[in-house]
Nanobody, 122 residues
Framework: QEPLVESGGGSVQAGGSLKLSCSGSNDIKYVTAGWYRQAPGKEREVVSTIHTDGTATYPDSLQGRFTASRDNSKNTVFLQITGLKTEDTAVYYC?????????????????WGQGTRVTVSS
């Protein structure tokens, strides 16, 4: 099992920033990773896909305020969120080891973290 542990969530005011981290075992450096979120009452949605070379993709609706990155020396992937909005309130999950690629995206991951909660207040 690839343990993934997210951290960095919390309660912030709108307009603020957060940087989420996801740490895994040594193997995380060799695999595609991703960030997802699930808002209350909504389905889980993809936030970013981070490839082994460090490039990241985002859904069109989330372009601009989200920056995903990775530090392979620390077996960690990151998600920087700026200009937080109340609608960003969600549990954020990281995932690793893509089992089903779809272009630059991933349709199915092997490993998931437990999530870190982000609450944005107005």
């Amino acid at each position: 099992q690839e343990p993934l542990v997210e951290s960095g969530g919390g309660s912030v005011q709108a307009g603020g920033s957060l940087k989420l981290s996801c740490s895994g075992s040594n193997d995380i450096k060799y695999v595609t990773a991703g960030w997802y979120r699930q808002a209350p009452g909504k389905e889980r949605e993809v936030v970013s896909t981070i490839h082994t070379d460090g490039t990241a993709t985002y859904p069109d609706s989330l372009q601009g305020r989200f920056t995903a990155s990775r530090d392979n020396s620390k077996n960690t992937v990151f998600l920087q969120i700026t200009g937080l909005k109340t609608e960003d309130t969600a549990v954020y999950y990281c995932a690793a080891n893509c089992l089903l690629h779809a272009g630059t995206d991933c349709r199915q991951y092997k490993y998931w973290g437990q999530g870190t909660r982000v609450t944005v207040s107005s």
